[in-house]
């Protein structure tokens, strides 16, 4: 099964999600593990005059983006951006000739003109003072020779697909100069995930044993495993997250414990795993209903949890490990308990897998 949302003009609030159907009867050169690649470098004079350093950059994709994010550490793993997101740069202009020959800075998607830099100044406050005063490259700022710009460059709905974005410096007649920055960006990428079973069957689960009584004996595991990919387009990597419906019989008359669906809050639990990222063994996390009505952040989906369930006992951020990276995979297995009493057959229920951009 496969699930694409593709809304290339507006993209902040992107949600992916997936069902799986549940069926439930109560019984009756080449380096080990290194890649390489080479590329020719060289160097020679030219006679350049203008020269552009980067000061600061940010990617302004949380709260303060408009539409505003559900990302609110402004955290990008990737070279991509949606509609309403922003990149902003400081840069610092030198000419060799002087600072009054500096023209303006221009910002260029694809080769087109999309925005035009304020000219700013250089001031050092307490610990961003090197920051403020110096730029890599360029060392201290001189007011004879620089100039410094800002420019904030907004991700318009029109732009799709992998474009170069620039930064190019214009004298004072505005004739573009050699003083350029670049970087390559993915611009509204399609939004997808492919969820299966390893065996391509509804999620089903282990009979229970006749005559069980106790809770460990009338609590059984799924033969079959959700596999989730991630099928997004420009390296988009995305947070995991999993509810479900309770589980309902229809063919007739039922009950369980005292009335007739299983709760899913109280008797089904799952773990998940993708590569280090782990839910250590019998960490069985409590499902969570789907809340159609909740709201969407970081830590919660619609009343969905996050999958692998970060226990924090890694190294890195707690939310990096629930973030499934691009066109890596995630397997999740189920458990169900059935309390005393539960009579019927319980097979209209369903999973949901969502994924939100990172």
């Known amino acids: 099964m496969k699930c694409i949302n593709n809304p290339r003009a507006n993209c902040l609030f992107i949600l992916i999600a997936a069902t799986v159907t549940l069926m439930f009867l109560v019984p009756a050169m080449t380096f080990a593990d290194v890649a390489t690649g080479e590329i020719g470098a060289g160097g020679q004079q030219t006679g350049q005059t203008q020269r552009l350093c980067i000061n600061h950059r940010d990617v302004i994709i949380g709260t303060q983006s408009n539409p505003p994010g559900i990302n609110e550490f402004d955290y990008r793993t990737g070279m991509y951006a949606f509609t309403g997101e922003q990149v902003e740069y400081t840069v610092v202009v030198r000419d060799a000739d002087g600072a009054v020959d500096i023209g303006y800075v221009k910002a260029l998607v694809d080769g087109h003109e999309e925005a035009l830099a304020s000219e700013t100044n250089m001031h050092g406050h307490g610990d961003d003072a090197q920051l403020q005063t110096e730029c890599d490259g360029f060392g201290a700022f001189n007011p004879a020779t620089d100039k410094t710009f800002r420019i904030l460059i907004s991700v318009e709905p029109g732009w799709y697909g992998e474009k170069e974005l620039a930064l190019a410096a214009y004298d004072s007649k505005g004739v573009a100069t050699r003083a350029t920055h670049t970087e390559t960006w993915f611009f509204n990428p399609a939004i997808g995930l492919s969820l299966t ?118 190294d890195a951020p707690m939310e990096a490990e629930y973030a499934l990276t691009n066109q890596g995979t995630l397997e999740i297995e189920l458990k169900l308990t059935y309390p005393k009493p539960c009579i019927g057959s319980f097979t209209q229920g369903s999973i949901y897998i969502f994924g939100k951009v990172v």
Request: proline share 7%.
């Open 197 to 314: 079973t390893s065996d391509g069957q509804p999620i089903r689960f282990e009979p229970m044993p006749y005559g069980a009584d106790a809770s460990e004996e009338r609590t059984v595991h799924s033969t079959n495993k959700i596999k989730v990919k991630n099928t997004a387009e420009g390296g988009v990597n995305m947070w995991m997250f999993i509810a479900g419906t309770d589980l309902y019989d229809l063919s007739g008359a039922s009950k369980c414990p005292v009335t007739n669906y299983i709760a899913i809050e109280d008797y089904m639990w799952y773990r998940g795993w993708s590569g280090t990222q782990w839910t250590s063994w019998e960490g069985w996390i409590p499902m969570s209903k789907y809340d159609q009505n909740k709201g969407c952040d970081v830590y919660l989906c619609y009343g969905a949890l996050p999958v692998p369930f970060p226990w924090g006992n890694s």
